[in-house]
């Protein structure tokens, strides 16, 4: 079974301070990895994605995301938090025809 | 290419009413989704379509629930005899081939039973 755990529904950064945000899966087999992020009353961006290569990929608005197999891990980074990143943030793990999201975590940029 | 359009943004009911949402896709993807949204939850799966054929539908897609997408293009999802815990944003994305190329999303219609 596939499943996607993000924790800490709710997390405040300082702006400038590093944003990190954390996604662990559980796939019975290799997975494709992404991460999207929502705005209110809007529907989700794609921020970046893992397939194959490169462990550590880059998206856009400055974030990137390491893939830890051993970890089983897809942690979302961001060296400066900006006020414009305040949004909930999904991690998705996509198997086959479908992708299994996360319960999402909604990012607050303290002034 | 406009993305992934929904319409309506917005649409409030009376219990039992029968509602229906469109969703318009990239027009190059064959594959198109759609996910219901609740508060404070991430999308979770309804149904699939490659090209005109469903091919797969969550258990979450009761028996009032019902997609199509009649020539391949656009869809719709209609649900019959709504209640209030159909209240929730329906989401459509698109994608070309495999998950590996990730999904589009339309900005959603949110859906409140009333």
């Given amino acids: ?111 | 290419d406009t993305g992934v359009s929904q319409d309506p943004r917005h649409k409030i009911t009376k219990r039992g009413q029968n509602v229906t949402f469109r969703c318009d896709p990239i027009s190059e993807h064959n594959r198109l989704y759609w996910y219901r949204q609740t508060l404070g939850q991430g999308p979770e799966f309804l149904t699939y379509f490659q090209n005109e054929a469903q091919l797969e539908k969550s258990r979450l897609l009761s028996d009032r629930f019902s997609a199509e997408r009649p020539k391949g293009s656009f869809s719709t999802l209609e649900i019959q005899r709504t209640e209030q815990g159909d209240s929730a944003m329906y989401l459509c994305a698109s994608s070309q081939k495999t998950g590996a190329y990730g999904y589009t999303f339309g900005s959603g219609t949110r859906l409140t039973v009333v």
């Fill in chain 1, 1 to 111: 079974a596939q499943s996607v755990t993000q924790l800490g529904s709710h997390v405040s950064v300082s702006e400038g301070a590093l944003v990190l945000l954390r996604c662990n899966y559980s796939s019975s087999v290799p997975p494709y990895l992404f991460w999207y992020v929502q705005y209110p009353n809007q529907g989700l961006q794609l921020l970046l994605k893992y397939t194959t290569g490169a462990t550590l990929v880059k998206g856009i608005n400055g974030f990137e995301a390491e893939f830890k197999k051993s970890e089983t891990s897809f942690h979302l980074t961001k060296p400066s938090a900006h006020m414009s990143d305040a949004a909930e943030y999904f991690c998705a793990v996509s198997v086959g025809n479908q992708f299994y999201f996360g319960t999402g975590t909604s990012l607050t940029v303290i002034p």
